[in-house]
T-cell receptor, first 114, second 114 residues
Framework: ETGVTQSPTHLIKTRGQQVTLRCSSQ?????VSWYQQALGQGPQFIFQ???????GRGNFPPRFSGLQFPNYSSELNVNALELDDSALYLC?????????????FGQGTRLTVV | AQSVTQLGSHVSVSEGALVLLRCNYS??????LFWYVQYPNQGLQLLLK??????LVKGINGFEAEFKKSETSFHLTKPSAHMSDAAEYFC????????????FGAGTILRVKS
């Protein structure tokens, strides 16, 4: 059984640029959620995709957008990067929307905006 | 209001001593509750979860947590700390009030002294 994998593991971008982060969900999982973890803080929910449709969004501006593909992998896109976007971005997959379902997290992508 | 409050951003214990990490939640209905562990430069790993079954929940690596509705608490304990337990621990809540997402506390860094 393949776990959740994220790429790249580290990334450095300049303010104003755009970035795409990728996530492959665990086999059999159809739900992917993205979280932002700033230094010294707990993860904050960005949005969730279920069967290729956005299903819930946190308090993040529209320049944070995403996609989910037919194989349930997902992308997180951030436009017009700001210094405060520097964080660990975590992807989590689960099998369905039942709230008690265990979410499996990837290793994360460390984004640094300079 | 904070949905999840973790008391103590840093906890230090001696090897072999009791580990107690505190978590309080605010919810009008009993939520689903989780404890995750994060090792440096890694994603989150689920330790245990409460989903309205038994109030005492046993997890991996010898950890357990007790759901106390009257105290709105879900504290994490381990009878005897091991050096490998040094990590950051996050309490999280999910349920009807939170949509299909996990809401995390700010985290507690556990240090284990030899």
């Amino acid at each position: 059984e393949t776990g959740v994998t994220q790429s790249p593991t580290h990334l450095i971008k300049t303010r104003g640029q755009q970035v795409t982060l990728r996530c492959s969900s665990q086999s059999g999982h159809n739900t992917v959620s993205w979280y932002q973890q700033a230094l010294g803080q707990g993860p904050q929910f960005i949005f969730q995709y279920y069967r290729e449709e956005e299903n819930g969004r946190g308090n993040f501006p529209p320049r944070f957008s995403g996609l989910q593909f037919p194989n349930y992998s997902s992308e997180l896109n951030v436009n017009a990067l700001e210094l405060d976007d520097s964080a660990l971005y975590l992807c989590a997959s689960s099998s369905g929307l039942t709230r008690a379902q265990e979410a499996f997290f990837g290793q994360g992508t460390r984004l640094t905006v300079v | 209001a904070q949905s999840v409050t973790q008391l103590g951003s840093h906890v230090s214990v001696s090897e072999g001593a009791l580990v107690l990490l505190r978590c309080n939640y605010s919810s009008s209905v009993p939520p689903y509750l989780f404890w995750y562990v994060q090792y440096p430069n890694q994603g989150l790993q689920l330790l245990l979860k409460y989903t309205s079954a038994a109030t005492l929940v046993k997890g991996i690596n010898g950890f357990e947590a007790e759901f106390k509705k009257s105290e709105t608490s879900f504290h994490l304990t381990k009878p005897s700390a091991h050096m490998s337990d040094a990590a950051e621990y996050f309490c999280a809540v999910s349920g009807a009030e939170y949509g299909n997402k996990l809401v995390f506390g700010a985290g507690t860094i556990l240090r284990v002294k030899s």
